[in-house]
């Protein structure tokens, strides 16, 4: 059984780097055809897709994001991780790691998601 589990900061001051990692047990990230994903949900707000490492290594991000936003992997920890600069409080938000059966830009059906990380507060402020 596949788990997903995020790690890393809970509080990242403005105009900073938020870096977290998922690690992933159960399953390899090289495994065909999944794509390894970052979701977000600000306070009151809906999902926010904000980008993709598939299976062979391919990234994808949010258009709106993509200045910001880096996603790599280290398959010898079967980790992936997200880095998105200059942040503001806007980035404010609860960040989830999924897997995702199939690669495709944006949110799409939650029929495609199998497996998501439990979630992590991610709060900018000074």
């Known amino acids: 059984q596949v788990q997903l589990r995020e790690s890393g900061p809970g509080l990242v001051k403005p105009s900073q780097t938020l870096s977290l990692t998922c690690t992933v047990s159960?399953?390899?990230?090289?495994?065909?055809?999944?794509?390894w994903t970052w979701i977000r949900q600000p306070p009151g707000k809906g999902l926010e897709w904000l980008g993709v490492?598939?299976?062979?290594?391919?990234?994808y991000y949010s258009p709106s994001l993509k200045s910001r936003t880096s996603i790599s992997r280290d398959t010898s920890k079967n980790q992936f991780s997200l880095q998105l600069s200059s942040v503001t409080p806007e980035d404010t938000a609860v960040y989830y790691c999924?897997?995702?059966?199939?690669?495709?830009?944006?949110?799409?059906?939650?029929?495609?998601?199998?497996?998501w990380g439990q979630g992590t507060q991610v709060t900018v402020s000074s």
């Open positions: 490492i598939a299976y062979d290594g391919s990234t």
């Open positions: 159960g399953g390899s990230i090289t495994t065909s055809y999944y794509a």
């Open positions: 999924v897997r995702r059966h199939g690669l495709r830009v944006g949110l799409g059906p939650p029929e495609e998601y199998d497996t």
